[in-house]
């Protein structure tokens, strides 16, 4: 039953899928690994034959599906939002978790939704879509060959999330991640205001990295509002002292 409790806060977000039959498996991959909440994020159109050939008994998750046209409008009420991509790079984050790592971050997460968001079969997650999210997730698999199927990798974390998890602590209402960023936000212009940063480069990593750290953290309101005025009070201090 607690599994069950866990499992039932995770979305599984698919952005930009190309063919309904991914979509069927991914239905399948999911609702075996005891998963029911699918979101998609497209301008597409699907074959409904497509895709419930391949969800086979699955098919009420297509049915119940959620749509959206943007990735960062389907996550804002998410307080944990975590990309899934084998690549790395300059502008994907500096680090990131195996399916198993992330089993226990969710596991340690306060109550809330946690989305897990998958790209399109050819080229996978863009880097704008996983600046989007506050971590990722990697699928360690061959040097040889790392590529997996859409529906594969949603298998393979959803099975490490219904192996793996645990009851999530009580405790206070975390808030989301529309609410995060504002607050990440809220920080880094008081930032700005100091004239701390000097390039437009440092800027754009400041901010992300203040909104992922803010998500990881599963701050509370009132956690959150201490930050900001921490941040505010810093310049309002250095204004006085001038």
Not at 46 to 73: G, I, M, P, Q
Not at 107 to 129: A, M, N, R, W, Y
Not at 181 to 186: D, R, T
């Amino acid at each position: 039953m607690e599994k069950n409790v866990n499992l039932d806060r995770i979305e599984i977000i698919l952005v930009d899928t190309q063919d309904g039959a991914n979509i069927g498996s991914a239905c399948r991959a999911m609702k075996t690994m005891g998963l029911s909440h699918l979101t998609l994020v497209t301008h597409s159109t699907y074959d409904e034959n497509r895709v419930r050939t391949l969800a086979l008994h699955a098919s009420d998750l297509w049915e119940n599906r959620k749509e959206f046209t943007s990735l960062e409008e389907a996550i804002s009420d998410s307080v944990l939002a975590v990309a899934a991509t084998r690549r790395h790079g300059k502008y994907r984050k500096m680090s990131c978790v195996t399916p198993e790592e992330l089993a226990k971050r969710v596991t340690e997460t306060p109550k809330g939704k946690i989305s897990i968001v998958f790209g399109c079969e050819s080229s996978g997650l863009t880097d704008q879509q996983v600046k989007l999210c506050s971590m990722v997730v990697t699928i360690p698999t061959s040097d040889a060959f790392p590529s997996l199927n859409l529906a594969q990798a949603v298998q393979i974390i959803c099975y490490s999330l219904f192996s793996n998890l645990k009851k999530f602590p009580s405790g206070g209402n975390i808030v989301n991640l529309e609410r995060v960023n504002a607050g990440a936000k809220k920080c880094f212009d008081a930032l700005e205001e100091l004239g701390y940063f000097k390039s437009d480069e440092e800027r754009s990593y400041t901010l992300e990295f203040l909104k992922d750290q803010f998500a990881r953290c599963a701050m509370t309101e009132s956690e959150i509002k201490r930050f900001e005025k921490i941040f505010t009070k810093r310049t309002a201090v250095a204004k006085f002292k001038k």
